[in-house]
């Protein structure tokens, strides 16, 4: 969840014999005299960190034009909370079914080429709707195979580039890059569900598809810019894809702290599944349209980005274990608030503060995972920890279109809470949470 690779040794007198490969950021940042720390440039003059990131952004803000449509498409097909449950669990489901063996494939194929090979068939996808129109559609078996299919997508995208980061930006700027991805995911929730529910009702309900289409385009052009190999030089050897398999699954499992990190954001997940359709049946029930909805998850996204900007100074003063205790028990105690506001402003703010905690979580327990994976490993040690983050996603987004269409949201809402109380104890609990080294550790032994 290694092989040695030969260091790169060059001395200010000594003449190489013959051209070496551009060293990568990462590289450059370790050659340094051994009396002097490392004077680490900042991250926006990191070129290829700053294509990355810009193609990212560009293509989550399109995520998230889109993500506020699907759900709110599928309901004007069927008017069921459930079908539309359903659809979210169809795009979480391939995370079960292809994790493993894409974790070891990462490993072995070019990173950058299955990104660019994902985004654009992820762009594909979403145009099919389009070619739709013409002959009745979209139809709600189209929208739960668009579903599969980008998932599917997500999961090689997502697991290649969780790989990559480590070799575009040093340990030690971990956790600012990720506070920095976190700040422009939570911008794009910012703006996206706005633009996606007036776009969904006043232009058309396929239009914010088309963008989200054109935004993968649009990372694509970036990560053809991207000068850094997204993986060390591998020495040839024979390839087996069960025992790598294995090897990634043994690395995590040997590990009790990412081994419980990797549950714990399972859990989590579970309750972020049940979020959204949440926040819009409770919404509808308050008498709130299409664009209103928008604005609320544009509410909650305020308080993404105020978490993402302060979340790398969370990291750095307080320790592991205190951060992601706290953070377990403030959004315990908050998400009971979706059943008891009176209002949709209110709504937005009880989303403002789970979506306070989301960046600053992601910041300390990511940052912290890649900084102890070795590089050689980090395709199938990621994909064996999201097969465990993501498991339950399917789960919460199938139980909680079935909970809402049968029951009620308060009774929906009780469910998740009460499941958020048993894993801040759990978390609580954990020894290994409680004592973890600071990430500055594992930087300097890395």
């Not at 013409?134 to 090689?156: C, M």
């Not at 009790?256 to 990797?262: D, E, F, G, I, S």
């Not at 989303?351 to 050689?376: C, T, W």
């Not at 290994?432 to 032994?445: G, W, Y």
Request: charged letters at 15%.
């Amino acid at each position: 969840m290694s092989q040695t690779e030969k260091s790169r040794e060059v001395s200010p007198t000594q003449e190489l014999p013959t051209p070496q490969p551009p060293l990568t950021p990462v590289e450059v940042a370790q050659v340094v005299s051994p009396s002097e720390p490392p004077k680490l440039p900042p991250l926006w003059l990191n070129r290829d960190y700053m294509l990355l990131w810009a193609g990212q952004t560009v293509s989550t803000l399109g995520d998230r034009i889109s993500g506020i449509a699907f759900p709110l498409l599928i309901l004007s097909l069927t008017g069921s909370p459930e079908a539309a449950g359903i659809a979210g669990a169809l795009g979480a489901v391939p995370y079960l079914i292809f994790s493993l063996p894409v974790g070891a494939l990462i490993d072995r194929w070019d990173r950058k080429l299955v990104m660019i090979v994902c985004d654009i068939g992820r762009a594909i996808n979403l145009f099919s709707l389009l070619l739709s129109l013409p002959f009745g559609g979209p139809w709600l078996w189209q929208l739960y195979a668009l579903s599969f299919i980008e998932g599917t997508l997500f999961v090689f995208f997502n697991i290649a580039e969780v790989a990559a980061i480590p070799r575009v930006v040093p340990k030690d700027q971990l956790p600012a890059a990720t506070g920095q991805s976190q700040a422009a995911d939570a911008t794009a929730g910012l703006i996206g569900p706005g633009i996606g529910g007036l776009l969904y009702e006043s232009v058309g309900k396929i239009f914010p598809f088309v963008l989200d289409a054109i935004s993968f385009t649009v990372s694509v052009i970036s990560l053809l810019f991207i000068k850094t190999n997204f993986q060390k030089e591998r020495a040839p050897k024979e390839r087996h894809l069960g025992r790598e398999i294995k090897e990634g699954v043994a690395w995590l499992w040997n590990q009790p702290l990412v081994r419980y990190m990797a549950f714990l954001t399972g859990g989590l997940n579970f309750t972020n599944a049940a979020m959204g359709l949440v926040t819009i049946v409770r919404a509808k029930e308050m008498g709130a349209g299409e664009f209103e909805i928008g604005i609320i998850f544009s509410i909650g996204a305020i308080g993404g980005i105020v978490g993402s900007l302060i979340g790398p100074a969370i990291g750095k003063r307080l320790s592991f274990g205190p951060a992601i205790i706290t953070l377990g028990w403030l959004r315990a105690l908050i998400f009971p608030f979706y059943a008891l506001v009176p209002n949709v402003f209110l709504l937005g703010a009880v989303s403002a503060g789970l979506f306070f905690i989301g960046p600053i979580y992601n910041v300390v327990q990511y940052s912290y995972r890649l900084a102890l994976i070795p590089d050689e490993l980090q395709g199938r040690v990621n994909s064996s920890f999201r097969l465990l983050a993501f498991g339950l996603q399917p789960v919460g987004a199938v139980l909680v279109g079935f909970l809402l269409q049968s029951y009620s949201v308060a009774l929906t809402v009780a469910v998740f809470a009460v499941w958020g109380f048993f894993l801040a104890v759990m978390t609580t609990l954990n020894s290994h949470v409680r004592n973890a080294q600071p990430i500055e550790r594992l930087a300097e032994a890395g």
